[in-house]
């Protein structure tokens, strides 16, 4: 399914396949864990980020929706059951703003 990668290491934001399951969600964004960063009800996107992008090491980010994440993220569409689905959210409406940060344990 479409799923848009928002890339903090290479600064990219760029259109994938991903199967929207819990393990390929990690490998994209090279996690352990995720949370919801962002859920916009108008086109049923969300947004998976890090959830110990602060305390893992992570030194990249980015600032999108008003809202600032460590690591790198992935959007998805929602199905009516609840499941990941492919994302509406169009490229062009996209522009987040990447960063670098000194991490919390240096």
């Not at 199967?19 to 086109?43: C, F, Q, R």
């Not at 994440?69 to 703003?97: C, H, M, R, W, Y």
């Amino acid at each position: 399914m479409r799923a848009i990668l928002i890339d903090a290491v290479n600064c990219t934001v760029t259109e994938i396949q991903n199967k929207g399951d819990l393990d390929s969600i990690y490998k994209a964004i090279n996690v352990e864990m995720i949370e919801v960063g962002n859920y916009d009800p108008e086109t049923g996107d969300t947004l998976y980020v890090d959830e110990e992008g602060l305390i893992n090491g992570t030194t990249v980010g980015f600032e999108l929706f008003g809202k600032q994440f460590a690591g790198s993220g992935i959007i998805f569409g929602s199905q009516p059951d609840g499941e990941n689905g492919s994302a509406v959210t169009k490229l062009k409406d996209l522009n987040p703003k990447f960063f670098t940060f000194q991490s919390a344990l240096v």
